[in-house]
């Protein structure tokens, strides 16, 4: 394994910045690996089939065979690795010898198959791996490549027609790691966190979770313990699951760490707690400890779907880049309010903003009327905030009083509260944009969502104070002096806990 990494480590200073963005590649540092492969649950076997399919400088399949050899010396390995980068091949066939000849050392035997080409490709060829005659493996070990895909790639059409939609390689290599899988197989990996939840992974996620039972999740405590040597930040999940039918959900080990090195704190978690079964978006909560069950608990208890307050949520209806003839830098006769995250300030909406790199208006006409709200209150969210901005969700208060309109438009970058396409009452808009502000959503918003994008679906997804407790709030921010952090806090934890007293 020292040698093993050494050439990861070399392997990954030689990557050229743009190969790596192209390709998604993030090795495998040794102590993940080492991690990662002691996941696996190991079995007594004729032959065990190993699948790495995106195998790098090969650290995950050394670690997996080095801890098979260590704990069953005699064992029979039959090992697929498949790399598309050529600059790997020759180092990833050094790491398979290195364990070839430490399993004859101990009386044991690995054989190899090194496939030097695109995984997605050779697995879902007609006449390759999905034939009946070609076996199945038992554990699949991977750290997938992180790289969107376009949707007419031809890796996600061949996804798709093979097994199921989805929008990024790394999740693509999981659905064929688990169609790959014998019954009774064991998927075990690294990938980032997003999968668990968001609209663009549900397809994937449905597709999952009828065919895996989840038996671990690990989760670190801080983004850059990972890939310390990479300057990755992405949220990470370790994670092992079995290939298995639908019945019979036993629970899931949840285990989180500081580090590789540090204390290992884990618990046993229902099932149902971590997919809940009328949840028709499949999203996976990880509790990583009693603080994450004790604010779960708390989102769960709150008394109102988004539905029970008559309020809708909808992303902006003017995507810009298809009305460019209809926008203007700043507002002229017949225009009506453009709204972009750039308008939100301090709660409110700073309109317009003189030179800004947005337009500030849109033309009224036929064509955009139907882009357009009717003047009223409305909580706008920003799609996407940075992974360090202080709050993962940034609500503010379209107030009419403070932006004179008949409509205003909102752009695709926000999401919008409204009530049937109409604005919400005054204080129903002010106390949910303070609960949408507050450290409470906050917290349970980043511990539950491993991505920086607030999707409409996410916010549907969300429980809310009831209708009268947004009142409240409401009534409690009674200027338009922005409350700021400590007392928005405060009037949301005093309208719940006096809620809760009455109840």
């Known amino acids: 394994m020292i040698r093993t990494e050494a050439r990861r480590q070399e392997s990954s200073e030689a990557l050229d910045a743009k190969q790596r963005a192209k390709l998604g590649q993030y090795f495998t540092p040794a102590p993940a690996a080492d991690f990662i492969a002691s996941l696996a649950r190991l079995e007594a076997s004729e032959t065990i089939r190993v699948l790495d399919p995106g195998a790098g400088a090969g650290s995950l399949t050394a670690s997996l065979v080095m801890r098979i050899l260590h704990e069953q010396p005699r064992s029979r390995i039959s090992v697929t690795a498949c790399e598309v980068d050529p600059q ?82 790394y999740s693509a290599f999981m659905a064929l790691g688990v169609h790959l899988l014998a019954p009774g197989g064991q998927l075990v990996a690294i990938t980032p966190r997003s999968f668990a939840n968001g609209p663009y992974f549900r397809p994937f996620r449905k597709y999952f979770l009828d065919r895996m039972h989840l038996d671990h999740v690990h989760v670190f405590e801080a983004r850059n313990k990972v890939f310390a040597d990479t300057d990755v930040l992405q949220e990470n999940v370790i994670f092992s699951a079995t290939r298995t039918d639908a019945s019979g959900r036993g629970p899931v080990t949840v285990s989180t760490s500081k580090s590789y090195s540090s204390e290992i704190r884990s618990r046993s978690v229902r099932y149902a707690e971590m997919v809940h079964p009328e949840d028709r978006e499949f999203f996976i909560h990880i509790s990583a400890d009693e ?176 209708r009268k407790q947004l009142s409240e709030m409401g009534r409690g921010w009674d200027s338009d002096v922005w409350l700021g952090q400590e007392k928005i806090d405060e009037v949301v934890e005093r309208n719940i806990e006096k809620a809760e007293a009455e109840n």
Request: charged share 25%; net charge negative; glycine share 6%.
């Open 88 to 169: 790997l091949h020759e180092t990833l066939a050094a790491t398979l010898a290195d364990c070839v000849s430490t399993a004859e050392a101990v009386g044991g035997s690995v054989e190899v198959n090194l496939v030097p080409g695109d995984f997605i490709a050779w697995a879902t060829e007609d006449d390759g791996l999905f034939a009946e005659t070609r076996e199945r493996f038992d554990l699949v070990i991977m750290n997938p490549p992180y790289k969107k895909l376009a949707a007419n790639s031809r890796e996600r059409r061949a996804v798709t027609e093979k097994c199921t939609e989805t929008s990024n390689l």
């Open 291 to 466: 603080e994450d069950t004790q604010l779960a608990q708390a989102h769960a208890s709150l008394p109102a779907a988004l539905a029970d307050l008559h309020c809708q949520v909808s992303t902006g209806r003017v995507v810009d880049f298809r009305s460019r003839e209809h926008l203007r830098p700043d507002p002229v006769l017949g225009s009506v309010p453009l709204i972009y995250p750039l308008h939100m300030r301090e709660g409110g909406i700073s309109w317009p903003v003189p030179g800004a790199k947005k337009n500030n208006a849109i033309m009224l006409n036929g064509e955009t009327e139907k882009m357009t709200f009717p003047r009223g209150y409305y909580v706008v969210v920003k799609r996407l905030s940075s992974k360090e901005e202080k709050r993962r969700v940034v609500a503010a208060v379209f107030d009419p009083s403070q932006v004179p309109c008949d409509r205003i438009g909102f752009e695709n970058h926000v999401n919008v509260f409204h009530e049937a396409g109409e604005g919400l009452s005054e204080d129903v808009a002010r106390g949910l944009c303070l609960w949408l502000n507050s450290t409470l959503l906050d917290r349970f918003i980043r511990r539950f969502s491993g991505h920086t994008q607030v999707n409409a679906t996410d916010l549907r997804n969300l429980r809310y104070p009831s």
